[in-house]
């Protein structure tokens, strides 16, 4: 499959929108309109570090989509990358679109100094952590979360 990956553009909105669902569907995440009212909004702010590539066939269908930012790590006093979001559509697994998403992601890395990219994954995302294993290293960290509400 020929991927070709790009900063998300305004005429992408649709096909971004159909990706956004199926990875919130694939977590089992309610998608709310302002939900993505509001990440399209941080994604154009020329203010706020935040990023989408969208990653599209020969046809131009976007098969694809990662959202990553900027990230302060005090112990460094710099900051890092950190990977927020990463969908492929079934259909288009297996056929190269993350390792060219992440060629793209480790571009967008070095143009901006980050040393490295951080993400995490859910313990069952074992078909994604395949291919982490692959492109990445695998961290010591735990992931806790404190729930306020």
């Not at 649709?14 to 694939?26: D, P, R, V």
């Not at 979001?85 to 060629?103: Q, S």
Request: charge should be negative; include cysteine.
């Amino acid at each position: 499959m020929q991927v070709v990956v790009a900063p998300l553009i305004h005429s992408d909105r649709e096909q971004w929108q159909n990706l956004y669902h199926g990875y919130a569907e694939f977590y089992k995440m309610p998608m709310k309109k302002q939900t993505l009212e509001t990440v399209w909004g941080w994604i154009f702010d020329p203010e706020n570090p935040f990023y989408c590539l969208l990653a599209k066939n020969s046809d131009g269908s976007a098969v694809g989509l990662m959202h990553f930012r900027a990230m302060p790590s005090p112990l460094r006093g710099s900051t890092v990358g950190f990977l927020d979001d990463l969908f492929v559509t079934p259909e288009a697994r297996g056929l190269g679109v993350v390792e060219v998403l992440y060629k793209e992601l480790d571009a967008a890395a070095k143009e901006n100094d980050w040393p490295f990219v951080r993400w995490i994954t859910a313990e069952n995302n074992y078909r994604g952590r395949a291919v982490y294993d692959k492109i990445s290293e695998k961290t010591h960290w735990v992931t806790y979360q404190l729930p306020t509400a």
